[in-house]
Structures are given as structure tokens and as C-alpha cells.
């Protein structure tokens, strides 16, 4: 279980960095990088719920 653990700063660094990369200011960098760290938090979530359901054969 401690291996996904990793997953929310591993987001979060991918999230800056590409932010960054888009945008200047650090307030645009920050709400951009919340914003894709939202997405790809709730991608990764569904991924999750769609595997477990196929798993389990509801």
C-alpha cells in the first residue's frame, strides 16, 4: 500500500513543472498546476473504479 503513496507528490511535481512551463506568475503557475493536479487525480480515480468493477464482475 505504501507504493501509492507515491502517486500524490509524484502528481503534484508533474504538475508544477508542466504549470511552469506554460506560465510566469506564480499565482497562475499555482491555480494551473491545483487545476491539472485535480485532473489527473480524478483520471487516475476512475481508472480505479472502472478496474475494480471489471475485477470484481458487478
Sequence with gaps: ???YLH???LVAGISLVYA???HED????RRHALRLCG???GLLAVAMVLLLVVNTQI
Design 39 to 41: 485532473f489527473i487525480l
Design 20 to 22: 511552469a512551463t506554460r
Design 7 to 9: 502517486i500524490f507528490p
Design 1 to 3: 500500500m505504501s507504493i
Design 26 to 29: 506564480w499565482i497562475q503557475i
